[in-house]
T-cell receptor, first 114, second 111 residues
Framework: DQQVKQNSPSLSVQEGRISILNCDYT??????FLWYKKYPAEGPTFLIS?????DKNEDGRFTVFLNKSAKHLSLHIVPSQPGDSAVYFC?????????????FGPGTSLSVIP | DAGVIQSPRHEVTEMGQEVTLRCKPI?????LFWYRQTMMRGLELLIY????????DSGMPEDRFSAKMPNASFSTLKIQPSEPRDSAVYFC?????????FGQGTRLTVV
């Protein structure tokens, strides 16, 4: 059973518009969430994260929203650019006193159309 | 630092052969992870190490898979014997605090 779900395998957005990537999780113990971006033939790279004590974290064009009661988070990209076309992985972990294993979702492939 | 370095980048092997994937972590990172990426299951954690010690190998699919970290600068993931269903991209990642840094991956094809 997947603990981290990304129900949209793919998403197409026009350049300049907002991209919204969704993620749901089932494990209520998760308290730290991350988004990674992956280009073809490259490894995933860290994009943005959020702790469960917050409901929003912003970094430039990227904002992550967390709804703990719904066990849902989303990544907003505004405005979307063609270079944002990649696979986006949502990930979650339990931050205790040390690093724990990070569980990844299956990914959403974003295409930003010029 | 050159980042996490994985070798080989591509590996094609025949079913039944032994395959060894290699990873050189970022210096100073205490954690090392091996992930497998497939279309169906996304990124699966296979095993991870902390200070060279295996912490959780519950993601290793079968006894055919084994991983070692003999020192802080090297880790291997071995599949013996390999099977076609092992075909995937295998990533090594290392971490010190929160986010992990991934290597470029090894694309394994077992024919």
């Amino acid at each position: 059973d997947q603990q981290v779900k990304q129900n949209s395998p793919s998403l197409s957005v026009q350049e300049g518009r907002i991209s919204i990537l969704n993620c749901d999780y089932t494990n209520s113990m998760f308290d730290y969430f991350l988004w990674y971006k992956k280009y073809p033939a490259e490894g995933p790279t860290f994009l943005i994260s959020i702790s469960s004590i917050k409901d929003k974290n912003e970094d430039g064009r990227f904002t992550v929203f967390l709804n703990k009661s719904a066990k849902h988070l989303s990544l907003h990209i505004v405005p979307s650019q063609p270079g944002d076309s990649a696979v986006y992985f949502c990930a979650a972990t339990v931050m205790k006193t040390s690093y724990d294993k990070v569980i990844f979702g299956p990914g959403t492939s974003l295409s930003v159309i010029p | 630092d050159a980042g996490v370095i994985q070798s080989p980048r591509h590996e094609v092997t025949e079913m039944g052969q032994e395959v060894t994937l290699r990873c050189k972590p970022i210096s100073g990172h205490d954690y090392l992870f091996w992930y497998r990426q497939t279309m169906m299951r996304g990124l699966e954690l296979l095993i991870y190490f902390n200070n060279n010690v295996p912490i959780d190998d519950s993601g290793m699919p079968e006894d055919r898979f084994s991983a070692k970290m003999p020192n802080a600068s090297f880790s291997t993931l071995k599949i013996q014997p390999s099977e076609p269903r092992d075909s995937a991209v295998y990533f090594c990642a290392t971490a010190q605090y929160t986010e992990a840094f991934f290597g470029q991956g090894t694309r394994l094809t077992v024919v």
